[in-house]
């Protein structure tokens, strides 16, 4: 078998995969988030917070408690990691330094997980186990939960209220996550990924030297870290560790559970809004996207233009030879689709063009099919924008889903869309202004394509990294702690805003001049305004990195 043919074999498998799930675990996460039973230990939660299950929240309250919640968790990361030289399991690091504590709190509670630090030599197994880990369960509850909002304000009418924060968050965390998470872990264990608590093991390389392997409980974290859709590996080079990644088998796996939640939620949103066929055609959308750029990306990586790679006969640089160079092209792909992050290649490696496309998979907003919670509610504004558009053509107002898309909710659309390019290409504009390009290991094209992934990835919460680039200095992480910020919670506001303001309307009946959004013409038409508004927004950019390096 070809590299090739094994290339599209695995790919396959994984389309099998999601296709064979997306029903009854789509279903199980609808019967969470819609089901009224609460469990003993979700009262027990309640009421160590205060909070009563029956009460619903406006959207104005939904916001303060999702930014309560986030700014709460934000100081107590940063303290918690300025302290862990007093903790127990230390493992003797200091303190992390002001400007990396910052910027790391951040990165976690805004899902992105951003890692401007080696995890096996900075951070302590208590932070990383209580700290780290557990941002990764709850930032992605936290996604979830506000897509769940915004898919309530398409279902309600004629009421101001979308559920209450407290018990969605609980809900996503203790049935859908914990659960597969713990599966996922055993998983990974079997297939050779170390969980342990070990303090490090000394060995001697074949050079003579000394130098110090730490384990750690990275089965647990590695599961979570996917299935949050999250990055931050507590090793330095992530799920191309070994130790965190072992074989093809487990790479299998792990960009499964990257995709296992964002592919199953529009079955949520379907059976939320009463039409299945709805989560059918945002389902359409998110595979049409994920398939050309797995299909690109692959393209692109095996056909290994470049000087190099045609003289050796493939794209190996940086790449682990026990997942060729197909397999590491296939999860490079799904992780910048997703907000995830984990890599199990070096990006910056990649060819020009191959490269280009994971910069592009971010640009698209990573709604294909996106972070857990996040690629839905991204792709739903995507779907308000197209009905807009397609109004605008046929001059009537446009509707979906019953709901008419007004001056007020096209605002808050285009809000949405235009928070992270304004602080994509700002921050990159920023970094070569002050002169802070030059931590770049690189200069011309890859060197302008390492800054702008950097900002890319950290506005659109993704947390991968080109990492030819020094991050570690205070200016870049205090200006990508602030894209991470607000790439967050800005778009997370006007969400909110927007299902608030569906919520309040009374459904609008369907007649004959409505646009059928369940149709594959609806799927072509966000499809491609998805596509057009990235080529609008970032060709330029794009066009002086990857595109005139491939050139």
């Known amino acids: 078998m070809t590299t090739t043919t094994a290339g599209v074999v695995f790919a396959l498998s994984l389309v099998a995969g999601l296709v064979a799930v997306y029903r009854p675990f789509g279903d199980y996460m609808f019967r969470v988030v819609s089901g009224t039973r609460q469990s003993r230990l979700e009262r027990g939660v309640y009421r160590l917070v205060g909070v009563n299950p029956a009460a619903e929240q406006s959207w104005g309250v939904y916001a303060r408690s999702v930014l309560a919640f986030s700014a709460v968790s934000i100081l107590f990361l940063y303290l918690f990691q300025r302290v ?21 709190a951040v990165s976690f509670v805004t899902n992105t997980n951003w890692q401007w630090y080696s995890g096996e030599s900075t951070m302590g197994h208590l932070v990383q186990m209580a700290g780290l880990a557990v941002q990764n369960f709850v930032s992605a509850a936290v996604g979830v939960a506000v897509a769940v909002a915004l898919v309530r304000g398409f279902a309600r009418s004629r009421t101001g209220e979308l559920g209450n924060f407290w018990v969605d968050l609980t809900r996503i965390v203790l049935r859908i996550l914990l659960p597969i998470a713990g599966l996922g872990a055993l998983a990974l264990m079997v297939g050779g990924v170390v969980q342990n608590l070990s303090a490090g093991t000394d060995v001697t390389t074949l050079t003579g030297g000394s130098q110090t392997i730490t384990g750690g409980p ?51 949103f379907g059976r939320m809004v009463g039409q299945n066929r709805q989560g059918y055609a945002v389902a359409a959308v998110m595979g049409i996207l994920a398939v050309a750029s797995v299909a690109l990306t692959n393209v692109f990586e095996l056909g290994g233009h470049g000087t190099v790679p045609q003289a050796v006969g493939a794209a190996l640089e940086g790449k682990e030879v026990r997942f060729d160079v197909s397999n590491s092209a296939t999860f490079a792909a799904a992780t910048t689709l997703t907000s995830t992050g984990a890599v199990n290649s070096f990006h910056d490696s990649y060819t020009a063009l191959g490269g280009g496309m994971l910069l592009g998979n971010m640009m698209l907003g990573e709604v294909a099919p996106g972070g857990v919670g996040a690629g839905l509610y991204g792709l739903l504004i995507l779907a308000v924008i197209t009905v807009f558009v397609a109004g605008l053509m046929v001059g009537r107002t446009p509707e979906y889903l019953g709901k008419k898309i007004g001056s007020r909710e096209i605002k808050f659309a285009s809000m949405y869309f235009l928070v992270t390019p304004v602080l994509v290409l700002a921050g990159t504009a920023a970094a070569f202004a002050t002169g802070n390009n030059s931590t770049a290991l690189n200069v011309g094209p890859h060197g302008l394509s390492e800054v702008l992934y950097a900002f890319t990835s950290a506005s659109n919460n993704n947390g991968s990294a080109f990492a030819g680039i020094t991050v570690s200095t205070p200016w870049w992480n205090t200006a990508l702690g602030l894209c991470m910020l607000l790439g967050r919670f800005l778009p997370i506001i006007f969400v909110l805003a927007l299902a608030g303001s569906l919520a309040r309307q009374k459904p609008t009946p369907a007649s004959e001049g409505t646009l059928p959004t369940h149709k594959p013409l609806f799927v072509g038409m966000v499809v491609g305004v998805t596509v057009v508004l990235v080529a609008l927004t970032f060709l330029p950019a794009l066009a002086l990195g990857p595109l005139a390096e491939g050139l």
């Open 84 to 104: 862990q030289d007093r903790l127990w399991l230390s493992l003797g690091f200091d303190p992390v330094v002001p400007h990396g504590a910052w910027n790391t």
């Open 218 to 268: 990275v089965a647990s974290q590695e599961v979570i870290k996917e299935l949050g859709t999250n990055g931050g590996g507590f090793y330095n080079v992530n799920s191309a560790h070994p130790f965190e990644n072992p074989t093809p088998w487990t790479n299998w796996l792990e960009i499964f559970l990257i995709l296992l939640i964002p592919f199953s939620l529009p079955r949520v």
